[in-house]
């Protein structure tokens, strides 16, 4: 810091000479400290602690009509020169600071310069941070738009496949039936093969329901990859195309080939069109964690609203309901038992169905409960036969079934237990095993498998299934149920 005096119309005889006047005192890292009294002006200086204090008390007339300027340099965070300028106020000496008088009003003053250098530091601080985070989000920006076109590139190869494979279907069956024609009109005109006559009724018969079968199984491939949830029109497009093709093979119409070839024809090129799916009537998400996406099924229940199932319709044969993820941490699962009697969560993401969900599904009819697993790059499952959940008044107690599978049993140690949370209490142990382990489950003395506990909560926590991970935490987890009567 320095301070330079600028006089009216004199010079004086001490000082260095600067543009913005003579120099009166100087404080540096070198020269921290300055007493000095000659020429009627007394100055006392301190740098100590980055901070910079220089007191002038003055005698002569000369110096009391003359203008001084301090002048600050600095360094701001990223090692950038600053300079901070401004004109010192002269006030009478009236006020007694310790063991001299110091001129309150050049105190402040001196404060204030120094709190507009801290200002500027902190004010070029913020617009480093600002340009980071601009970065930051940019970086993010691109890697969602990329992994979206990735999703909608896949979807699209996918339904590309599929048609392939219903075009090679359906031509692979209309020409068996122009051979079967041809053989049938060669054996009319044959007396001879006349006695085989019903025998060959009968194999053509069979030959098309066998074929009529087929090509209803080629369709509902495509309806059950896509969840067979197209907009109106597009479904009746497709109930068209399996009902004609049923009925011109079960006819004895003689135009049997032309008409078969004119109806496959029209529907291919019209199934060609139908690309996207209504977003307000359902929703397909991809998931990292597997090959194929899921599939988002609303059915209404009596009171008229639309209950989401996340369904998986390819693993071990699809028709699974998914009632519980987690692969991200971005949920907590620390909540209380209203929370898990009503469900949480995202179902692109991670969440918890819900218990009241859960046993009203698995109180009619015979579940399968299967529960996959991933842990350092390995994937394993656990499935259970005779899966159900008790109603609220049995505190949803837990039954299952025998086991099978390559992760390893954990959850026969739960089965009969009641569900537990932090506010409801359920388990065996002298304490809450919910609030030890951060989570809600059908806790025993505690567990040997708890997919419910704290992200990262250390050992003992996370996705528990000790017969897989021991007591380190899995990475991913999926239940999902079936029924199968």
Known sequence: MTIFK??????????????????????????????????????????????ATVWLEMFRHDDCSSDFICEVHGLDSKGRVFLSTSSLVQQKRETYLGDGYVDLTTSLQLLAQQLDTKLATVSNSLSGVENKMEDKILSFERRVE??????????????????????????????????????????????????????????????????????????????????????????????????????????????????LDKIVSSQLVSMRSVRELESN?????????????????????????DLPYLCDMFTDGGGWIVIQRRSTGNVDFYRDWAAYKKGFGILDDEFWLGNERIHALTS?????????????????????????????????????????????????????????????????????CAKSELGGWWYRSCDTADLNSKWNGGADRGLEWNAFAGSDSASFSEMKIRRVS
């Open 146 to 259: 990329g992994k979206i076109e990735s999703a909608v590139t896949d979807i699209r190869d996918r339904v590309h496949s599929l048609e392939n494979r219903l075009e090679d279907k359906i031509g692979h069956q209309v020409d068996t039936l122009y051979q079967i024609d041809a053989k049938v009109s060669a054996m009319n005109k044959d007396d001879s093969c006349s006695r085989n006559e019903d025998a060959l009724e009968r194999m053509l018969t069979g030959l098309k329901h066998e074929l009529s079968d087929a090509l209803k199984n080629a369709v509902v491939i495509i309806l059950e990859t896509f969840d067979a949830r197209f907009s109106s029109s597009e479904m009746h497009l497709t109930q068209n195309l399996t009902e004609s093709i049923t009925e011109v093979i079960l006819s004895n119409d003689d135009s049997l080939k032309g008409t």
């Open 364 to 432: 009619s009819g015979t579940w399968e409960l299967r529960v996959d697993l991933k842990y350092k790059g390995k994937e394993a499952f656990a499935q259970y036969k005779n899966f159900s959940v008790e109603n609220e008044s049995n505190k949803y107690r837990l039954r299952i079934g025998s086991y099978s599978g390559n992760a390893g049993d954990s959850l026969s140690y739960h089965n009969g237990q009641k569900f537990s949370t932090f506010d409801n209490d359920n388990d065996e142990s002298g304490e809450s």
């Open 6 to 51: 600028n006089q009216p119309s004199s010079s004086m005889a001490f000082g260095d000479e600067h543009n913005n006047g003579i120099v009166v005192a100087s404080l540096t890292s070198e020269h921290s400290n300055i007493t000095n009294d000659t020429n009627g002006l007394k100055i006392i200086g301190i740098l100590k602690n980055k901070s």
């Open 281 to 305: 009537i359902y929703n397909i998400t991809s998931n990292t964690n597997f090959p194929f996406p899921h599939t988002v099924v609303f059915p209404r229940d009596k009171s008229g609203q």
